[in-house]
């Protein structure tokens, strides 16, 4: 069993649906991030969360640290949002990545 | 001010050969970690560096090295290439991990 793990792996929406991508995660973590990753690979974070919520724009994610849960949130969807989306955690000096949730948003 | 740089972009290489990867991280971070990419997946941890030495190693063979200079840069080398050493390679740096990182546009590395 991978130590993060995402869902859904796919996942295509109707421009302006709201979405919602999910990260488990099995070990101890100091932070979680969201990172953005377009075609040709460069990655951007979008967040790093260590507890509750954080919102940027139409993006919003949340953490449960009991649970070791994440949740990734896209408000009114647009097809520029179209991206690979991967949750990593932060464990010592190192980071742990999921496999990523491959979004295509339609117009 | 420049973010994360890395250098080549894009790179050929035939099996049995070497190669050097370079990073430059964000002016004043001084942790750089490495991490390699096959299509399909998620990246996977190499190493980690801060203040020119080694914080962590992920489970990668001997071949793959890496060592960061005196003004924070790094270097991945991978000797004796195999085919399934094709991926992109992503260079991370940050003030000091696990805070958060900026990542490079990476290196895809094509072995043939």
């Known amino acids: 069993k991978n130590e993060v793990e995402q869902s859904p792996q796919n996942l295509t929406a109707q421009e302006g649906e709201f979405i919602t991508i999910n990260c488990s995660y099995s070990v101890g973590i100091s932070a979680l991030h969201w990172l953005q990753q377009h075609p040709g690979g460069g990655i951007v974070s979008l967040f790093m969360?260590?507890?509750g919520k954080k919102k940027h724009g139409r993006l919003i994610a949340t953490i449960n640290i009991q649970e070791k849960h994440s949740s990734l949130h896209i408000t009114a969807s647009h097809p520029r949002d179209s991206a690979v989306y991967i949750c990593a955690v932060s464990s010592g000096d190192k980071l742990t990545f999921g496999t990523g949730t491959r979004l295509a948003v339609r117009p | 001010d420049a973010g994360v740089t890395q250098s080549p972009t894009h790179l050929i290489k035939t099996r049995g050969q070497h190669v050097t990867l370079r990073c430059s991280p964000i002016?004043?971070?001084?942790?750089v970690s490495w991490y390699q990419q096959v299509l399909g997946q998620g990246p996977q941890f190499i190493f980690q560096?801060?203040?020119?030495?080694?914080?962590g190693r992920g489970n990668f063979p001997d071949r793959f090295s890496a060592r960061q200079f005196p003004n924070y840069s790094s270097e991945l080398n991978v000797n004796a290439l195999l085919l399934g050493d094709s991926a992109l390679y992503l260079c991370?740096?940050?003030?000091?991990?696990?805070?958060?990182?900026?990542f490079g546009s990476g290196t895809r590395l094509t072995v043939v």
């Open positions: 002016s004043g971070h001084k942790s």
């Open positions: 991370a740096s940050s003030l000091r991990g696990p805070i958060s990182y900026t």
């Open positions: 560096y801060y203040e020119k030495e080694e914080r």
């Open positions: 969360l260590s507890s």
